[in-house]
């Protein structure tokens, strides 16, 4: 709503923006219902409606009406973004201090159970022991704290100090272990001790009952070796006890050192992923808060919030001088935002009333537009048609003149052969001069007829192409041009040829005007002394 109010300042706003505008504000609805008086209830409560633009709204589809949804999606997505790192500050913040609760746990226990074996030793162990077991737990905490240093070290050198710790923590072990041996092979020494003594007792005893004079001597060593047989069996006994011991605690000491270095390894990492997910978070809420209230001042005195805001501005009025400010917009007061609301509608109001008088005027050019290319289509369809009609009927006439002139061919043939037949009786029954003279006049009667048959008979002479019409028996009708010297062999050839239907099978000439069925004598026949020039139709019989 204030984005709308304050962007409605611009004096070249677009009309998409405005009919935008005019659904969040309820303005750009048709319901009568909705409508109100600019300052009225019903406006004040369309106002407050949220600005959410619908699917229908006019304009949306533009891509300059796209940039505010735009603008509000990457809101939400810094938002998110923020809320994300939140959540990973708690996660690693929570299991920072678990773990560290856990290391302590864990330290406590590995000192207590030392001190446990501490006092069990103290009660059931002789003094001698006990002193070597102080010794032990002496160099336990000067070895645990030179290991702690060594492990504070490996947190900034990590591979050099592993290796370190890995040979130091050998030979460590080893010195032990060559401690513990030189110790058992002092108490095979003294035990060696005593069997020497065992053997010198045998030879004691031996010599006491050989040589009795020198019972004293044997007596008085019998007694040390006795004496050093048990201090030397003791000895052994109490060495291999200590060695077992000792060994039993080095390697307590082992398991609970690596068990320590596990739980700090993991302090470390816990601690790392504390400080990282800290790190971020703190970037993101400055990120936020960075973009919630940094604003651009352009070099017309406007102040915009956003940089969607800042590129929206500079498509729509080409400004590009500006300069980043901390300042504020100021918020609308209610009478400000009364009189936007006014100035909005009016505007949204005119706007309407352009496009609505734009899209009448679009449809009546398109009408007109239709109707023309209507007119136009009837015009082109009606010329076809009379050229069609044209072609028919000179087609038709062509055809008349045509069945005309064979119709006069085939009277003339007849005339002419009925005028033969009766020179040829006359001349059989041999007629008196005075018949002679009849038949003059009957043949000048015959001259007088008129010229254009004279010429019609004569015309074939001169003749030098043949037209003919050939219609087979089924139904198929061809026309031909051929040389008046042609046969009529030729003509059945290219029936043969153009008509597929026809194949290899007898075919059979005949004329309805005269009536005649041409023989194979005629194929032989050139086409003028048959007759069929200049024009002619053939009936072909196939099979």
């Not at 240093?149 to 490996?154: C, I, K, Q």
């Not at 010195?175 to 002092?186: D, E, K, N, T, V």
């Not at 997910?277 to 973009?291: E, G, T, Y």
């Not at 026949?525 to 099979?543: F, H, K, M, Q, S």
């Amino acid at each position: 709503m204030d984005w709308i109010l304050a962007h409605s300042e611009d004096p070249d706003i677009d009309e998409p923006y405005t009919e935008a505008a005019g659904y969040v504000l309820g303005a750009g609805s048709n319901d009568k219902n909705n409508e109100s008086e600019p300052g009225s209830e019903n406006s004040l409560s369309q106002s407050t409606e949220p600005d959410v633009i619908p699917e229908n709204a006019p304009g949306i589809e533009d891509e300059e009406g796209k940039v505010e949804l735009t603008r509000c999606l990457e809101l939400s997505y810094k938002r998110l973004f923020f809320l994300f790192h939140l959540f990973l500050f708690s996660f690693s913040f929570f299991f920072f201090f678990f773990f560290l609760l856990f290391l302590l746990f864990s330290s406590f226990f590995s000192f207590f159970f030392f001190f446990f074996f501490f006092l069990l030793f103290l009660l059931f162990s002789s003094f001698f022991f006990f002193f070597f077991f102080l010794l032990f737990l002496f160099f336990f905490f000067f070895s645990s704290f030179f290991f702690l240093l060594f492990l504070f070290l490996l947190s900034f050198l990590f591979l050099l100090s592993f290796l370190f710790f890995f040979f130091f923590f050998f030979f460590f072990f080893l010195f032990f272990f060559l401690f513990s041996f030189f110790l058992l092979s002092f108490s095979f020494f003294f035990s060696s001790f005593f069997f020497l003594s065992f053997l010198f007792l045998l030879f004691s005893f031996s010599s006491f009952f050989l040589f009795s004079s020198f019972f004293f001597f044997f007596l008085l060593s019998f007694s040390f070796f006795f004496f050093l047989f048990l201090f030397s069996s003791f000895f052994f006994f109490f060495l291999l006890s200590f060695s077992f011991f000792f060994f039993l605690f080095f390697f307590f000491f082992l398991f609970f050192l690596f068990l320590s270095f596990f739980f700090f390894f993991f302090f470390f990492l816990f601690l790392f992923l504390f400080l990282f997910s800290f790190f971020f978070s703190s970037l993101s809420l400055s990120l936020f808060f960075l973009f919630s209230f940094s604003h651009s001042l352009f070099s017309c005195g406007k102040l915009l919030q956003t940089d969607d805001d800042l590129n929206l501005h500079a498509s729509r009025t080409k400004h590009v001088n500006y300069e980043k400010t901390m300042e504020k917009i100021k918020e609308m007061t209610p009478e400000e935002k009364k009189e936007q609301m006014e100035r909005l509608q009016s505007l949204l109001k005119q706007k309407r009333i352009e496009r609505e008088e734009k899209e009448r005027k679009d449809h009546i050019q398109k009408e007109k537009k239709r109707r023309a290319d209507g007119k136009d289509i009837a015009l082109l369809k009606q010329m076809m048609q009379e050229k069609e009609m044209l072609k028919l009927a000179e087609q038709r006439k062509k055809d008349r003149l045509e069945d005309k002139l064979a119709r006069q061919r085939v009277l003339e043939n007849i005339k002419r052969d009925r005028l033969e037949k009766e020179e040829a009786n006359r001349r059989a029954k041999g007629l008196s001069p005075s018949d002679e003279s009849v038949a003059l006049n009957s043949n000048a009667t015959t001259a007088q007829q008129p010229a254009a048959t004279r010429t019609v008979s004569a015309s074939p002479k001169d003749n030098t192409e043949c037209k003919l019409m050939l219609r087979l028996s089924n139904g198929i009708n061809l026309k031909a041009t051929f040389s008046s010297k042609e046969t009529l062999a030729a003509v059945r050839v290219y029936v043969m040829v153009n008509c597929k239907q026809v194949g290899d099978a007898p075919l059979s000439f005949s004329t309805a005007y005269p009536k005649r069925k041409y023989t194979e004598e005629d194929m032989q026949l050139p086409l003028n002394e048959l007759g069929l020039v200049p024009t002619a139709v053939l009936n072909i019989t196939v099979g």
